[in-house]
């Protein structure tokens, strides 16, 4: 079962910062947060990830709360292609190193 | 990089017929390989993973099997496909030290 909570729809505007919150307040100290996104009758595509600090990278920014039960996703300039639904996951590090995905995010990108 | 293949990607399926859907992973080896269904506006579920040759792992009980006969190969198989098999099914990989995952494209099966 997936163990984090996110909103199910947001949207925001073109060129505007996209802000994806995500709950994982039952997350343990060595499980890392993972975000994807699936673009519609695509497979989802790998984002970024992070254990403890703020990662950045050429598509977004993942920022991580110091107790680690909360994180947010963070495209800094939204494009009409951004429109999809994003994954929020926390990956299990034992048995096989499942990923649960839960509903997601849908975001869509307003002209 | 690694590169993940999958066929079909489109099938349609009388109820209880059998099914057989493959995926090969290139650019690696000793992969973790992974079977998701999404079935239409939902969520991924995850149905089966390997962590190598032979080693299946099943998440949920159902009609639904898979094998891995290679290193880079798995295979999602059904003796008689059920109305509640149609779905998109993605097959997916991990590898390396960050374990992020790798999908196919997937393929669509409509079981009529």
């Known amino acids: 079962d997936a163990k984090t909570t996110q909103p199910t729809s947001m949207d925001c505007a073109e060129g505007r910062a996209a802000n994806l919150p995500c709950n994982h307040s039952t997350i343990s100290g060595n499980e890392y947060v993972y975000w994807y996104r699936q673009i519609h009758s695509q497979g989802p595509q790998y984002i970024i990830h992070g254990l403890k600090n703020n990662e950045t990278n050429e598509m977004a920014s993942l920022i991580i709360t110091e107790d680690r039960k909360s994180s947010t996703l963070i495209l800094p300039h939204a494009t009409l292609r951004d429109t999809a639904v994003y994954y929020c996951?926390?990956?299990?590090?034992?048995?096989?190193?499942?990923?649960?995905f839960g509903t997601g995010t849908s975001l869509t990108v307003i002209p | 990089s690694q590169t993940i293949h999958q066929w079909p990607a489109t099938l349609v399926q009388p109820v209880g017929s059998p099914l057989s859907l493959e995926c090969t992973v290139e650019?690696?080896?000793?992969?973790?390989l992974y079977w998701y269904r999404q079935a239409a506006g939902r969520g991924l579920q995850l149905l089966f993973y390997s962590v190598g040759i032979g080693q299946i792992s099943s998440e949920v009980p159902q009609n639904l099997s898979a094998s891995r006969p290679q290193d880079r190969q798995f295979i999602l198989s059904s003796k008689k496909l059920l109305l509640s098999d149609s779905g998109f099914y993605l097959c997916a990989c991990t590898t390396g030290a960050n374990y992020e995952q790798y999908f196919g494209p997937g393929t669509r099966l409509t079981v009529t």
């Open positions: 650019g690696t080896s000793n992969p973790n």
């Open positions: 996951i926390v990956r299990s590090p034992n048995t096989g190193n499942q990923f649960y």
